[in-house]
């Protein structure tokens, strides 16, 4: 009876252990344009070291009319995904799609646009995902009747991130110092008489865009993979949770052994 209580405790104190601690903790290698300053607003890293994001756009100033681009790039640290709008599932696990808010100061805001996303395989699940970076984009419109000045955009990217021990709501994830508030990063356009293109906006940059799609056409874009749905073989750890169920059947395993060889 004494070694099965012990067993019980050993088990539900590690499950807790990983569920309280990060899985992440180092920082992020963010190339130039990605490079994040201190106090740079466009640059937001999650405090846990979970992900990272970084806006970038299209042009520096922008005249009445024009419509031109704002990327947003995250970086997930390894082993962490980020499920995609379409991301799929089952009854017994439906992750929440990603989105992404934006506020744009008095400009119209056209459709996001997604990269293509991946099945994988996180907490015994396959679905769609994104893993280690991905770029998303969004068309900005300046009216014609635009004053001139400076105009915020801020980005919100919303949804779900996960490890292998835990999952976390992006409305939960808070900022790294010195960064307060919601997870999101600003940028900022000049309307003015002249057009003038961002010099950080790099080849990569167009690339992608010219990949990415609407969020209703991204099941097209992905290629061939396994489907959505449960993983069989292999009991699901889910922190606290899958310890306990783990802690559970051992003391089951001990309850129905031999005398004789407990």
Known sequence: ???????????????????????????????????A?????????????????RAVTSHDRVTPGQTFTVALRVTLA?????????????????????????????????????PPHQPHETLGQV???????????????VPADAAPGPRTITLTPQGQICGDEQ??????????PPATGPFQATVTVTVAEQSQANPGWTDELAQGL????????????VGPGAPSGHVDGGLVSRGLVGGFI???LAGLILNIMPVCCR
């Open 1 to 35: 009876m004494r070694v099965r209580w012990i067993i019980l405790a050993v088990a539900l104190m590690g499950s807790m252990a990983v569920a309280q601690s990060p899985l992440f903790s180092g920082s992020f290698d963010v190339d130039t344009p990605f490079a």
């Open 37 to 53: 300053a201190s106090g740079d607003a466009s640059f937001a890293q999650d405090r846990a070291g979970r992900i990272a994001i």
């Open 78 to 114: 390894p082993d962490w995904v980020w499920y995609s709008p379409r991301p799929g599932g089952d009854a017994e696990f439906a992750p929440m799609p990603a989105d992404l808010r934006v506020q744009a100061d008095g400009l119209t805001v056209g459709p996001v646009h997604w």
């Open 127 to 141: 679905n769609n995902s994104y893993i280690g970076e991905a770029t998303i984009y969004v068309a900005i419109t």
């Open 167 to 176: 999952c976390v709501l992006l409305s939960m994830v808070q900022p790294a």
């Open 210 to 221: 010219s990949r990415a799609v609407p969020a209703d056409q991204l099941d097209a874009a």
């Open 246 to 248: 783990v802690a559970l």
